[in-house]
C-alpha cells in the first residue's frame, strides 16, 4: 500500500481530491453547500445573494452583486487560475442567450452537429418525431449491422434531451433496444433526426417575470 | 412493449415555464391502469418534493402549495384514502409516499380532463395535430425562427391562468 503524494490529472482518486479541494475552499468563503444538489453552492447575507454551480472544472455564477462576483473570482483565480469568459454564452452544449425578456437555453449547434454526423442534409422533413402507428418492439425484422453506430446515435440523442422534451419519449423508447436493434429501431431513430432538422433551434425560455407556482402533470400508459 | 410494463411521465412547470420533464418505464409490472398511474404519482411526487427543497435552497417561497394533475379518478381515490384494499394491498409501499405527502400538504392533487393533460406528451407517441397541441403548451421557443404572427397563447389551460391570458389578450386586439 503507498500514500499518494500528489494527486496527478488523469488519477483515479484525483477527481475526489479535486471536489474535497474547491469544495472546502468555497466553504471557507461563506458559501453553503446545497443539500438538494450538492454541486450548488450558495453564499448569501443581508446585501448579496450568491449561487455557484459547479460541473468538475466549470463554473456558473449567478447573483445580485458585482462586487461579490468580483471577489470570488479573485479567490478562485488565486487557488485555481481561472478563465472567465464574462457573461454566460456557452455551457456543456447549451446555448445560453440573455434578452430583457429573458433567457434561453437551446442545444442548436449540437443539434446541426448530430445531423451533418448523420448525413442529413437534404432528407425530407416530418413533423413528429416518432410514428404513432408503429409500436416499437423487440421484432423479427433483421438486426441493424452497425450496433455500435446505433449506441452513438442514442446516446446523443439523450444528451439532447437536456433542452428538448419532445424528443424524450422516442429517445426513451428506442434506448430500450440497445442490446439488438433492428432495421425498424433504425429508421425510426432516423425519422428523430428527420424530425430534429425541422426545428434545430427549439428550446427553453425562461422569462425574467415568472409567477413562482409549480404545476406538475402525471400520467402513465 | 415486450415487458408489459408500463411507462410513467411527469413534467412540471414553475409560471409557465418547462421545469423539469421524465419519461421512465416502470420499474414492476401493473395490474391495472390506476396501479400505473398510481406508480406515476409517486414518481412525481419525489420529482416535486426536490424541486421543492431546491426551491427553498434558493431561498425563494412559493406563493401557492403546488398543485400536481393527474387525469385517473381511481388514482386520486387511492391516494385519498385507503380504500379498495382488495385491488390495492399488493402496490409497492413506497407509491403510498403520495398520501403521506398529501396529508402534510406539501401539494394538492387535481383532476384534469384528458385534452389538457400536458403528460401525455411523456408517455405516448401522438399524431401530428395532438402533438402540435401539446408542444405549444409546453411554450418551447426557437429564438432563430420566430413564431409568425398570432400564434396561440400557450399554456391558456392551465391551471387557473385562464382569465388571466384572456384578459391580457383583449387589450392588444382592440389596439
Redesign the interface.
Known sequence: MCKLIKYLYGLKQASRKWYEKLTSLLLAQGFKQANSDHSLFIKSSSSSFTILLVYVDDIILAGNSLDEFQNIKTILHNSFKIKDPGQLKYFLGLEVAHSKQGISLCQRKYCLDLLADSGFRNSKLVSTPSDPSIKLHNDSSPLYEDISSYRRLIGRLLYLNTTRPDIIFVTQQLSQFLTKPTQTHYTAAMRVLRYLKSCPGKGLFFPRDSTLKLLGFSDAD | ??SRR?????????????IS??????LTV?RS?SE??Y???A??TC??Q???????????????P???????QSAFHIAANPVFHERTKHLEIDCHLVREKLQAGV?KLLP?TSQA????????????QP??VL?SK????????PPPCGRLLHNEE??DDKSSSRDNLLPKLSS
Open positions: 412493449m415486450d408500463s411507462i410513467s411521465g411527469q413534467c412540471f412547470f414553475l409560471g409557465k415555464t418547462l420533464w421524465h419519461t421512465k418505464k416502470q401493473s391502469s400505473a398511474e406508480g406515476a404519482l414518481a412525481a420529482e416535486l426536490w424541486l421543492l427543497y431546491l426551491i427553498q435552497d434558493l431561498q425563494l417561497t412559493c406563493i401557492k403546488p398543485i400536481i394533475y393527474c387525469d385517473n401539494m384534469i393533460q400536458i403528460a401525455y406528451f411523456f408517455t405516448k407517441s401522438l399524431l401530428p402533438f402540435n408542444l409546453l411554450g418551447l421557443v426557437d429564438i432563430y425562427q392551465i391551471g
